[in-house]
């Protein structure tokens, strides 16, 4: 296919330079939003008188066709074609002749890719907000399911203080609701339209830049054309807020694998949802976690690949830009398949309630309760404190708990104790009294259940 920029050489382009510099092969997938960029433009040149409005309708509606071929798979994509956006003009051209040259008046590849990837990018935070709001569902509801169901909590992976699984399940509700704020922001900030920037100094031609941005549903036109043809801020942060997105999925996915071993028993997952090991019969493995681990790291490289690959650009445009594409392409590719797997994972594991119990029971997670217990009653929380520690070691001693040590061994340390402790350090107790905002008491959690029903999810309730 003969490019559209040949009449400065006098030399075919080398084949391999040809696929080197050819980007069609991935960023073909932006042919909607090229052809729907490239109609309101040409609108545009017909309703200024900068070229004839007659040919304007017939160029539009000849890319509204293409665009229809290319979806029902009628017309194939060209991959010697440099790129998608070279391909639909030189089908126009074959299409309509001299007519469909007219198309380019007045604008430059350079403003033209940097639209269509916004608007590519714009469509796909849609896409990943709806899949992050799937996930918060199905949390929400097995939080529901486990307001009362008591577990331990951890900090640096020892058992710590009682808390409720709805609880937990909850903290991964707040990461996620802070993911799609960022992806909000994310579409906030790249919603403004690059369009007429040309090549990097506009035009010469009037153009309508607000008539443009306001058809492709833009905020409006980038103020600075230099900026409007080189900025990729938006990849790297719609890459960044993927790449914590992904973090997120990503400690859950490692609690999963934990708690779906032998060692805590704690869920387990559905057969839909696992793999078995191709020599030890008995293995139930968590892939699907395993995988979200892994492929967090390639969201998290393909976002240093943007930093690293912008940091050195003079402005405006530059070829290393092209690379921006399969690296952001990847990522939203990745966390899409990655929620729409996990999703239905956490949807179907059975929750082991009576495990979780049992952990609870074990490990001293009661001792700040103990040690509350003494402050309560009057004692300096650093003397209830070192009281509580050496019935641990007592208990430790003894193979006994908190739960089930003799209250002669409590008064043998300190004369407030009394029978009042076994209930003030009983697991229930424990979780119970913990009601402040924020805390694993079942009817805070289940406030802040409802709350994030009347916000994040309200719109699933109304339809």
Known sequence: MAKMWQGRFKKELDEKVNDFNSSISFDSRMYEHDIQGSIVHVNMLGKQGIIDEKDSKVIAKELANIYDDLASGELQ????????????????????GDLGKKLHTARSRNDQVALDLRMYLRSEIDNILGLIKKLIRVLVAKAEENLHTVMPGYTHLQRAQPITFAHHLMAYVEMFKRDMIRLFNCFDTMNECPLGSGALATTTYPIDREFTAEYLGFNGPMQNSLDGVSDRDYCIELAGAIATCMMHMSRLSEEIVLWSSWEFKFIELDDAYSTGSSIMPQKKNPDICELIRGKTGRCIGNLTTLLTMMKGLPLAYNKDMQEDKEAIFDSVDTIKLCLSTLAPMLDTMTVNCENMANAGKRGFINATDCADYLVKKGLAFRDAYKITGTLVSTCI???????????????????????????????????????????????????????????????????
């Open 77 to 96: 994509f060209d991959m010697s074609a440099e790129d998608i956006h070279m391909f639909v003009e030189q089908v126009l051209t074959q299409r309509l």
């Open 397 to 463: 001693d003894k193979g006994l708990t908190l739960d089930n040590l003799p209250i002669e061994e409590y008064k043998k340390l300190c004369d407030k104790f009394d029978s009042g402790v076994y209930d003030a350090i009983s697991l229930s107790t424990c979780v119970n009294g913990r009601g402040v905002t924020g805390g694993p008491a079942p009817d805070a959690v289940a406030k802040h259940i409802q709350k994030i029903k009347d916000t994040v999810l309200k719109e699933d309730e109304e339809d």
